[in-house]
């Protein structure tokens, strides 16, 4: 005899409907089955409880006393199973979409937390799906055809489906190196130029020029580019295992590098962060949002709000 936990829901299915309607060919028809299916699944459930459970009388089937009694049970099953059915179905139909943000490396560290944070406190659902992806040349594009929510950088779109907002500018730059390294006992713009240099793969300047590679080219000794990190993590990796240095804008940035065992971060003097900025304009950091064909803005207004809230903080 096999046991009932061998037995589907489907075959529990055919039992209940046909212990109500008697005939093996209504209810294949009703349940979009072929009538062999049907006759297999009851004879498996005779094999189960060792009854004929059903036996036929002028071209209809009449259940018998086992299958009296099993009908009250295996319809609790079944409507257990479809109780449990409809509510999966209604938390997978009732998820948000995910939440995608195009942003440079340098804006990304907390991002999505923050908009976890932001989405909990304006009462929103707490398993919102957030998650970041990295700004390029492409995002204009993904951000029109809905790919992505929204999109931080340093230039400007002229996209008119889109709306780009200035939020803060760059107010000086750090110096990050290994902890040990020898840059630290004269931090100078003209020692600085003698060590290689890593890039982010995003620099905040027009065609991703380096100001202090544009400084020691002015000087006759072109920098050597260490690395070019697609994200702060791939930097940490090339500063702690090198003589190279950095400079970073962004003081979030700046944080998560110096929070790392053997990197350290200054900021770089007055005087010399202008001289590394000369004919440069101080950095800008951009929001990009999607416009509907009536020019508003599509994104709620606490996202916006927490981007650009976001953006601000991560200069501070």
């Keep these: 005899m096999k046991k009932l936990s061998n037995i589907s829901i489907s075959t529990i299915e055919i039992f209940c409907q046909l212990y ?11 349940l979009c089955l072929s009538q062999p299916k049907v006759s297999r699944a ?6 189960v409880f ?16 086992l299958a009296h009694h099993l009908h009250i049970s295996l319809s609790e099953i079944l409507t257990c199973s479809r109780s449990i059915e409809e509510d999966a179905i209604r938390k997978v139909s009732s998820a948000e979409p995910p939440i995608v943000i195009g942003t440079v490396p340098q804006l990304e560290i907390g991002l999505a937390q923050e908009i976890v944070n932001d989405a909990i406190n304006h009462q929103l659902n707490r398993n919102i799906a957030i998650s970041t992806t990295a700004w390029s040349e492409l995002s204009e ?14 230039k400007p779109s002229t996209r008119k489906e889109l709306l780009s ?43 991703n020029k380096s100001p202090i590679g544009v400084y020691a080219a002015s000087q006759g000794k072109p920098m050597q580019v260490y690395a070019t990190a697609p994200d702060l993590g791939s930097a940490a990796s090339s500063l702690v295992n090198s003589e190279a240095v950095m400079i970073v804008g962004v003081k979030a940035a ?28 101080y950095p800008t950091v951009y929001l990009w949002l999607k416009r509907a064909p009536d020019g508003k803005v599509i994104s709620p207004m606490w996202l916006q709000k927490t981007l650009e809230a976001y953006i601000i903080k991560s200069h501070k």
């Design 20 to 30: 109500l309607k008697g005939s093996t060919k209504v209810v294949a028809n009703d």
């Design 42 to 47: 009851i004879s498996a459930l005779r094999e």
């Design 50 to 65: 060792d009854d004929p459970l059903f036996i036929r009388k002028n071209n209809q089937l009449i259940a018998t006393e």
């Design 141 to 154: 594009q993904q951000l029109i055809d809905g790919e992505i929510e929204a999109a931080i950088c340093f």
């Design 165 to 207: 907002k200035s939020i803060i500018q760059h107010r000086g730059g750090y110096l990050v190196a290994r902890s040990h390294h020898p840059i630290w006992d004269d931090p100078s713009i003209d020692n600085m130029i003698n060590y290689p240099i890593v890039k982010l793969a995003t620099m905040p300047f027009p065609a």
């Design 254 to 281: 700046v944080d998560f590098l110096a929070s790392i065992s053997g990197i350290k971060a200054k900021k770089v003097d007055y005087s010399q962060d202008r001289a590394i900025l000369k004919g440069f304009s």
